[in-house]
């Protein structure tokens, strides 16, 4: 079955006591049983909802996986990964990611004993020196947020494979229209399913998929024992954004390949980070594991001043300036004090986050809309 097929179709079916093409909201916390533990496949909704079901199984068919897991937010998917781990294990992580992935590993996990080592993995031969006995975990964002570096996930994943790793991929920016990791080596693909998956900035949900039964066996047991679980309204909201994401995501990408372009050219622009570019330092690897480029991208304003940044962003209309990315609105942010704030200033600016930087979530409205919206904006500086 093809993508844009899959999206509509792949791991549904109609519901079998009224034929409704779409699965219901099962709006419910338990189910009736028959006897003490016979019951119809559900006994109650933190453990599983047949709409959750239906969009986990949704999940798994345009990721190419066997299993989803459907979560209440991006970071509590992440938080059920690193339950996998004992105090004392390592994890090796980009160090150009969501500040939101940044402070739970750095705040909350390192302090039950497990050790994060963040580095740039632009270079995957570089994650090799990093490896020891303890190590467990190779955590990928691709395209990294909000830079924009691309990583090599089928060398990562052979140098997992080679030191019996699990491999984590992030995979928010891309989504699985432009990349899918499963098919490129990883274990574990992540999603904030709030960004592009949702599409219309309505919803708060995360989501992991698996191809091994074991491995999902103790994520679907972590999932319920924590009961960070996402409810049926919110299911079949994601659900139905899924159904979509082949048209959006084509339009995202046309539109960012304008937008990058255009701030490329302008005489008041540093430098625009977009994979896009023949210039870009993993182009090539883009090329080769994307199907097209994205609608993220980041630029710095010359001067590298704060006020400036904030004087554009300010001056943005079509653009809503707002944190999240991936709806079918266009959205801005500034990623030092917004997405990124909980990242230590000089651990920011290493990875090129600097005071002037911009992230855009180039949006599915008229690309003209869009560039004069930034033309107006940068007459500001």
């Not at 709006?27 to 009736?32: I, L, N």
């Not at 090799?128 to 691709?142: A, F, G, L, P, S």
Request: charged share 25%; with cysteine; net charge neutral.
């Amino acid at each position: 079955m093809e993508f844009n097929t899959k999206v509509i179709h792949g791991g549904q079916e109609h519901d079998q006591s009224t034929g409704a093409v779409m699965p219901p909201i099962y709006q419910t916390s338990t189910y009736a049983q028959t006897s003490p533990g016979e019951h119809k496949g559900y006994e109650y909704s933190r453990t599983g909802n047949p709409t959750r079901t239906a969009l986990e199984n949704a999940l798994a068919s345009i990721e190419n996986g066997n299993f989803g897991l459907a979560f209440a937010s991006g970071l509590a998917s992440i938080d059920a990964v690193m339950k996998l781990l004992e105090p004392g294990d390592e994890v090796i992580s980009t160090n150009d990611l969501y500040g939101g992935t940044f402070r739970l590993f750095s705040t909350i996990f390192k302090k039950f004993g497990i050790k994060f080592h963040f580095i740039g993995m632009e270079r995957a031969g570089n994650i090799e020196q990093y490896i020891n006995d303890k190590t467990r975990i190779i955590w990928v964002e691709t395209p990294t947020n909000p830079m924009l570096n691309i990583i090599d996930i089928k060398k990562c994943a052979e140098i997992a494979k080679k030191n019996d790793l699990t491999l984590v991929v992030d995979n928010t920016f891309a989504t699985p229209y432009l990349q899918c990791p499963l098919d490129l080596g990883a274990d574990i693909v992540m999603h904030s399913a709030t960004k592009y998956l949702g599409g219309h900035s309505d919803v708060v949900m995360g989501a992991l998929v698996v191809r091994n039964k074991e491995l999902a066996d103790k994520l679907y047991y972590i999932q319920n024992a924590s009961g960070a679980v996402c409810g049926p309204m919110d299911s079949f909201l994601v659900l139905r954004g899924i159904k979509t994401l082949h048209v959006r995501m084509q339009r995202h990408c046309e539109n960012g390949r304008a937008v990058a372009n255009y701030l490329k050219k302008h005489p008041k622009i540093e430098n625009v980070y977009w994979p896009g570019f023949e210039n870009h330092p993993n182009h090539e690897i883009a090329r080769a594991q994307m199907k097209d480029f994205g609608g993220m991208l980041s630029f710095a304003i010359k001067g590298n001043k704060k006020a400036d940044a904030i004087r554009v962003l300010e001056s943005l209309k079509v653009f809503t300036l707002a944190e999240s990315l991936g709806g079918v609105e266009s959205l801005s942010g500034h990623p030092a004090s917004m997405t990124h704030a909980s990242i230590p200033k000089e651990e920011r600016e290493k990875t090129g986050v600097t005071d002037s930087l911009i992230r855009l979530s180039v949006g599915i409205e008229s690309e003209k809309d869009l560039i004069r919206d930034l033309e107006n904006a940068l007459q500001k500086v």
